[in-house]
């Protein structure tokens, strides 16, 4: 019996007509609601994409290639406004590397779970795993697990399913190619949004020949989303140790009380600057009492860092007390990361 309460989205680009024929056989023997993103392919397939609409699949076209990210929005905005009765909706890839029976088995954990995001989460240990398919997951897994916070194990699975309230919370997502799923995972850190993943296959088919993802150009596109990130705690880190060395030159020469002066004066200006940054570029966000607790931090840690520069420059090293400050800055720098990400700029 076919499932009626799950629509099937296929994203697609100049498909291999054999690989995706026989898996949109086997499809719709499981499933009623498939609908096909056409995202720019050649007017070569038009022939290829009636065929679908005959065996009672919706196919949506755009004209120009816009991305998957945008064939992703383009067909949740279409669900969202013509079935009215489903409880969940997977994505999948048209390249072969999802089984309908993967499909299902996200399908169900998806309706078990309509608060979640699910992803099908593939096995990266495998032999047959081609390289450029490992490089790039081992990649990500690591950004995502330090600058987000969050621990997945396939950030580039295109398998991944949610309820219509969840997909409601994606449709505004930014990204319009490859980045955009990466930025779903993003939003769901930030609107609190459980992520949930369940096992499938690990599926290549020659070698993967057949996906559009470049694992450098895509891969770079997708790590300008923590530029931001880096950029607000370089640049707030370079103002604090410029203001603290300015200070330092031109305060009276009293070696203790010039440090910690000069440490206080440069982080005043430089932590202003940077929650600026942060609640206004980098986390989007900055929820009551954010600037209270952000700042109870600055005080805890500038005094941290004057103290410590002070006790290492009179009693351990004798060198300049700047490039001091710079090394116990950058440990202090690693640790504020951490704590404004989970603390001081999180929704709850």
Same mark, same amino acid.
């Given at each position: 019996?076919?499932?009626?309460?799950?629509?099937?989205?296929?994203?697609?680009?100049?498909?291999?007509?054999?690989?995706?024929?026989?898996?949109?056989?086997?499809?719709?023997?499981?499933?009623?609601?498939?609908?096909?993103?056409?995202?720019?392919?050649?007017?070569?397939?038009?022939?290829?994409?009636?065929?679908?609409?005959?065996?009672?699949?919706?196919?949506?076209?755009?004209?120009?290639?816009?991305?998957?990210?945008?064939?992703?929005?383009?067909?949740?905005?279409?669900?969202?406004?013509?079935?009215?009765?489903?409880?969940?909706?997977?994505?999948?890839?048209?390249?072969?590397?999802?089984?309908?029976?993967?499909?299902?088995?996200?399908?169900?954990?998806?309706?078990?779970?309509?608060?979640?995001?699910?992803?099908?989460?593939?096995?990266?240990?495998?032999?047959?795993?081609?390289?450029?398919?490992?490089?790039?997951?081992?990649?990500?897994?690591?950004?995502?697990?330090?600058?987000?916070?969050?621990?997945?194990?396939?950030?580039?699975?295109?398998?991944?399913?949610?309820?219509?309230?969840?997909?409601?919370?994606?449709?505004?997502?930014?990204?319009?190619?490859?980045?955009?799923?990466?930025?779903?995972?993003?939003?769901?850190?930030?609107?609190?949004?459980?992520?949930?993943?369940?096992?499938?296959?690990?599926?290549?088919?020659?070698?993967?020949?057949?996906?559009?993802?470049?694992?450098?150009?895509?891969?770079?596109? /997708? +790590? &300008?989303? *923590? @530029?931001?990130? %880096?950029?607000?705690?370089?640049? !707030?880190?370079?103002?604090?140790? $410029? #203001?603290?060395?300015?200070?330092?030159?031109?305060?009276?020469?009293?070696?203790?009380?010039?440090?910690?002066?000069?440490?206080?004066?440069?982080?005043?200006?430089?932590?202003?600057?940077?929650?600026?940054?942060?609640?206004?570029?980098?986390?989007?966000?900055?929820?009551?009492?954010? /600037? +209270? &607790?952000? *700042? @109870?931090?600055? %005080?805890?840690?500038?005094?941290? !860092?004057?103290?410590?520069?002070? $006790? #290492?420059?009179?009693?351990?090293?004798?060198?300049?007390?700047?490039?001091?400050?710079?090394?116990?800055?950058?440990?202090?720098?690693?640790?504020?990361?951490?704590?404004?990400?989970?603390?001081?700029?999180?929704?709850?």
């Amino acid at each position: 019996m076919k499932n009626k309460d799950v629509v099937v989205v296929i994203p697609t680009l100049n498909p291999n007509e054999k690989i995706m024929s026989e898996f949109m056989d086997k499809l719709t023997k499981s499933f009623k609601n498939i609908i096909v993103v056409n995202d720019g392919s050649r007017t070569s397939y038009d022939k290829y994409f009636k065929d679908f609409e005959k065996q009672g699949i919706i196919v949506l076209k755009h004209h120009i290639n816009y991305g998957k990210g945008r064939a992703l929005k383009t067909a949740l905005n279409y669900i969202l406004n013509e079935y009215k009765d489903i409880k969940a909706i997977v994505t999948a890839d048209s390249d072969g590397q999802h089984s309908p029976e993967d499909i299902e088995k996200v399908a169900d954990k998806t309706k078990k779970n309509p608060k979640a995001y699910v992803l099908g989460s593939r096995n990266f240990k495998q032999d047959n795993v081609p390289f450029k398919s490992r490089y790039g997951n081992i990649i990500t897994r690591n950004v995502f697990k330090i600058f987000v916070g969050l621990n997945i194990t396939d950030t580039q699975t295109g398998l991944r399913g949610m309820s219509p309230e969840v997909a409601k919370e994606f449709l505004a997502t930014a990204g319009e190619r490859f980045e955009y799923e990466t930025n779903t995972l993003i939003e769901c850190k930030e609107k609190d949004i459980p992520i949930v993943e369940e096992t499938i296959k690990t599926i290549y088919i020659d070698n993967n020949s057949e996906s559009h993802f470049n694992p450098f150009k895509d891969s770079a596109r /997708i +790590y &300008k989303l *923590f @530029i931001k990130y %880096i950029f607000s705690a370089i640049s !707030s880190f370079a103002l604090d140790i $410029l #203001l603290f060395a300015l200070f330092m030159h031109f305060l009276p020469d009293d070696i203790s009380k010039k440090i910690i002066v000069s440490t206080i004066c440069a982080r005043v200006i430089s932590s202003l600057y940077n929650y600026l940054v942060n609640a206004k570029v980098v986390f989007k966000k900055a929820s009551k009492g954010a /600037i +209270y &607790k952000y *700042f @109870i931090l600055v %005080i805890i840690q500038m005094f941290a !860092s004057g103290f410590i520069v002070d $006790l #290492l420059s009179e009693n351990v090293f004798s060198f300049n007390p700047t490039i001091i400050k710079i090394i116990v800055d950058s440990v202090i720098f690693i640790v504020n990361f951490f704590i404004q990400r989970e603390f001081i700029f999180k929704n709850k």
